[in-house]
Every structure is written in C-alpha cells, then in structure tokens.
C-alpha cells in the first residue's frame, strides 16, 4: 500500500496549473528562472516560489551555469511519482 501522506504531497505538489505548466516545459529541455518566466507570462518572483516548492519535492534539479541556475526535471522523481499516481489511479480487477 502506498503511503497516503506521500501521494498527498504528490497531489498537492501538481494541484497548482503553473508548476504543472513548468514541468512540462522543463521536461524537454533545462531553463533558467527569467526563460521560465517568459514562456509562462508570470513574474520571476513567482517562478522562484513555484522552483522552490518543486525543489523541496526533487521534482527539479538546479544547475549553476556562469551567473545563471538552469533547472531540469529529475526523471527519477516523476518515474516514482508516474509508479505512485499510476497505482492510486488504477481500478481494481474486473471494476
């Protein structure tokens, strides 16, 4: 059985349309705080709290590049996440 305060906090991290909308575009490719901001049309300030809360999750991964941090997803993350989500989601035999 998968722990319900872990698939809760899943749930939580991906209830909110802008970190959902930032995965997406940090899957197919690393960007910095102000590229983000940009593709999304909302401030830098509000793409940092949205990093922060999926830093904190391990749903991203920070890169130091020159004078700029470029984020990625971290596919080992949403592996586990896919597994998790996947089990809650799925009906049971013969449902």
């Not at 809760?8 to 909308?21: E, G, M, N, P, Q």
């Not at 899957?27 to 990093?51: E, F, G, T």
């Not at 592996?79 to 799925?90: C, D, P, R």
């Amino acid at each position: 059985m998968i722990p319900a305060n872990k698939a809760a906090r899943i749930f939580k991290v991906l209830s909110v349309d802008t970190r959902v909308r930032m995965i997406e575009l940090l899957k197919s490719r690393s960007l910095c705080v102000n590229a983000l901001s940009r593709a999304l049309s909302i401030s830098p300030a509000a793409v940092s709290q949205h990093l922060r809360i999926l830093r904190d999750a391990d749903v991203v991964i920070a890169e130091k590049r020159g004078y700029f941090v470029h984020y990625r997803v971290n596919e080992e993350t949403l592996a586990e996440w896919q597994q998790i989500t996947g089990k809650i989601l799925q009906l049971a035999p013969g449902k």
